[in-house]
């Protein structure tokens, strides 16, 4: 990943979901994941993805738009949100 910007790395919202599953594999469902090639395969994978950021408990105020166009800023929102919740699950593990 380039920067927020970088729909090569961020439009098919697969790095989303990896980077939920980093945070809690358990949660993550792969036969779901798509392969981000079609427009509805990247819906399908934000939308996805969001929901698993939800499961974390991460406030989320972007949608599905916003990780498919590669909105830089709710993209470093959602990316800040979620890795303060990494350090959180860290702690817990410890």
């Known amino acids: 990943m380039k920067d927020f ?3 090569s790395a961020l439009s098919d919202g697969k790095f989303l979901i990896n980077l939920c599953s ?3 594999e358990r949660y993550v469902n792969w036969d779901l994941l798509t392969p981000g090639e079609t427009d ?3 819906c399908l994978n934000a939308k996805y993805g969001i929901t698993l950021a939800r499961k974390l408990e991460a406030i989320v105020f ?3 738009e ?3 166009n590669c909105n830089a800023k709710q993209n470093l929102i959602m990316y800040s949100t ?3 919740i990494a350090e959180t699950y860290g702690k817990k593990k410890e």
Request: hydrophobic share 35%; glycine share 0%; net charge negative.
């Open 62 to 64: 972007c949608v599905w």
């Open 22 to 24: 980093t945070i809690e």
């Open 66 to 68: 916003d990780m498919v």
């Open 82 to 84: 979620l890795c303060d």
């Open 5 to 7: 910007k970088d729909k």
């Open 40 to 42: 509805e395969d990247k």
